[in-house]
């Protein structure tokens, strides 16, 4: 059925909207791809776990928790691995190389430590009721996937497009020596936007591991390729790009696996991706949302 379809590519879209749109802040102030945003995105979802088993913590509270941990973890690992290579005005590629590294290196120390099993929320963290709206069913895990995303996406763009540390974080995006000489401090606008995008990889684990009920160390390295797809089809930097696209992305995927098959859904993302290289390098938004954080 078309609208039940319809609100699963919309449940799963603002999913990829959240993931990419944390992922496309980080790339539009820092200008970096940063690939240990897939390590985030697991961290988050294994965080939420501990609370839910450790802590008997409600998903409602996990959600947070995850969020946190993550966004605490990207601060320590943008000092570690990045801050270096800023001060020495290094090339992009030597930032794109070390967090390769990293990411290399950080998912086998979650595999030997977490082990590669598949883990799952306990049954009693959440119900699994849902809500019949005439031949659509709707259930109450999509609506809270939904809801939080919408939130958390809301909360963002409010931030940075209509709060000082906003306008603080867009000025070091677009020139971080003009920021700095108005007295903006460029070093802690760049741990805010570390800390916030870790925080919404995070949470978007969370939530791709409710959803699904699965999780696992490498879960990051399935939404990488999607979070690549959503900020270039979009337009590299552009917050509102990422949500269309994440959309788009979600919408595609579902409706592919219903109507044509199941084993064609993971071709959309790399099909969209390179038919907007192909046909609009510069995404959705153009030239013009380039630089926008």
Known sequence: MLEQQLVNGVVLGATYALFAIGFTLMFGVMGVINLTYGVYFALGAFAALWSTQGLGLPIWAALPVGALIAGLVAVVLDT?????????????????MVTLGATLFLYAGMAAALGTEIR??????????????????????????????????LALLALVRGSRIGLAIRAVAENPDAAALMGINGALMLRVVSFLSGAIGGAAGVLVGLNFNAIQPFM?????????????????????????AGLILGLAEVLTAAYLSSTLKDMIAFALLVATLWFRPLGLFGRAAAKRA
Do not use: C, N, W
């Open 80 to 96: 570690l691995l990045l801050t270096r290579l800023r001060k020495a005005k290094a090339p992009e590629l030597s930032s794109l």
């Open 220 to 244: 990051g390295e399935h939404m990488m390729l999607r979070g690549f797809a959503v900020i270039i089809v979009g337009g590299l930097g552009d917050l509102r790009g990422a949500l269309l």
């Open 120 to 153: 799952r929320f306990p049954a009693e963290v959440f119900s699994g009721g849902a809500y019949s709206l005439g031949d659509v069913r709707v259930g109450t895990t999509q609506i809270l996937i939904l809801a939080a995303a919408i939130v958390l996406m």
